[in-house]
């Protein structure tokens, strides 16, 4: 089984963005069981498998019954932990339970669930006490299909729950977004990231470096899903070390220290070789000007007095404060450019030279 399916987090206490792990013990544990909850947030932030998980919060044959539930007071998190183990809570894991109904917005817009959701909402759960209805991709509803969510919503039977999942909650109308508990799914920190490789580490008994992990969670955007998939590939291609894993990312023999001082030395001609030269290499060369734009942040930063520990001296007094940003002007607009480019080492030579001639 692909990892980051293998460590989809199964309970509140295993999801690993603080902020949304707290706010559900909250809600869940109050009297109060919401109807509809709209998660909003980029791809593999967890929003699905928060979703799976509050369904079980909720169904969970261990538990209090859901009626019970709405009536205690001062539950914790052990309190409304599902227990993995129950029918209930396995055929949700699986997929498999008839009530809990994942519908994808994105696949055909909804029309035909929708009107099936609208049809069968009325009818009691078949064994669950709570129908739960995931709606991925929320956004990409036809109009109709949200007029009719939008009546639902309105009066939901008291034995349905909606969980809306979407990564662009703009495009969703207001009437639909004011009748729901909202929670904001932000980019995982690297702190939480390594909480989520560590578990699959754990797991998996593999043995990796600290600063594997480390470099995993800097290249993996705030996603917990593209997080696992490299530490996934770095398992299988045995490239547990820091070394190997830039060589696999395409980052090897990079070094952006010496780069930015070639840089700043402003010879045309050597610079432009060198990145030849890298390009022969198989360089990468959007992660060069991220790791590059990540040493201008570090070194603006230092000159400002702020985290210069982290930065050796020659480096804060290479350039000056007018030239580090610059140059952190020129290269951000390479990044951008870089996506757009036919050939990947135009952008950067072209800053390059820009730079040089400018300096000189
Ligand atoms: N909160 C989390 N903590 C740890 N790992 C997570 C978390 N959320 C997601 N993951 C990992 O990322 C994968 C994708 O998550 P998913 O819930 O499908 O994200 P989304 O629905 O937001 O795209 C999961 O299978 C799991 O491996
Ligand atoms: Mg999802
Ligand atoms: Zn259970």
């Not at 759960?125 to 995931?134: C, F």
């Not at 797991?203 to 955007?221: F, H, M, Y």
Request: proline content about 4%; aromatic content about 6%.
């Amino acid at each position: 089984m692909v990892l980051y399916r293998k460590y989809r987090p199964q309970k509140i206490s295993e999801l690993d963005n603080a902020e949304i792990r707290e706010r559900l013990t909250r809600v869940f544990s109050s009297s109060f069981i919401p109807h509809a909850l709209l998660f909003a947030g980029p791809k593999g932030t967890g929003k699905t498998s928060a979703a799976r998980i509050i369904a079980k919060v909720l169904n969970c044959e261990k538990r209090n019954s859901g009626s019970d539930l709405k009536r205690a007071k001062g539950l914790t998190l052990a309190d409304i932990e599902p227990c993995n183990v129950c029918e209930t809570c396995k055929a949700i894991t699986e997929g498999r339970h008839l009530d809990i109904i994942e519908i994808d917005a994105a696949s055909n817009r909804g029309i035909e669930e929708i009107r099936d959701l609208r049809e069968k909402i009325k009818f009691a759960p078949v064994s669950a006490i709570y129908k739960v209805y995931i709606i991925d991709e929320v956004h990409m509803l036809t109009n109709e299909a949200f007029n009719a969510l939008l009546k639902t919503l309105e009066e939901p039977p008291a034995h349905a729950v909606f969980i809306l999942a979407t990564t662009e909650p703009e495009k969703l109308p207001e009437t639909i977004v004011s009748r729901c508990i909202r929670f904001n799914f932000k980019k995982a920190s690297p702190s939480e990231i390594l909480g989520c490789l560590e578990r699959v580490v754990k797991g998996e008994k593999v043995n990796v470096t600290p600063d594997v992990l480390q470099l995993i969670a800097q290249t993996s955007d705030g996603s917990f899903r593209d997080a696992t998939k490299i530490l996934e590939q770095a398992i299988l291609e045995n490239a547990l070390t820091s070394e190997k894993l830039n060589i696999l990312l395409g980052r090897q023999n990079l070094s952006v220290i010496n780069f930015l001082k070639l840089l700043a030395s402003c010879d045309t001609g050597k610079v432009l070789f060198e990145i030849v030269k890298m390009g022969e290499n198989g360089i990468n060369f959007r992660f060069l000007t991220e790791e590059l734009l990540y040493l201008l942040h570090a070194i603006l930063l230092a000159q400002h007095g702020i985290g210069k520990e982290k930065i050796s001296a020659d480096l804060v007094t290479l350039l000056t404060k007018d030239e580090i940003s610059r140059l952190i002007k020129l290269f951000s607009k390479v990044y951008v450019d870089l996506k757009t480019t036919s050939i990947p080492q135009l952008p950067l030579e072209v800053a390059v030279v820009e730079w040089c001639e400018r300096k000189q």
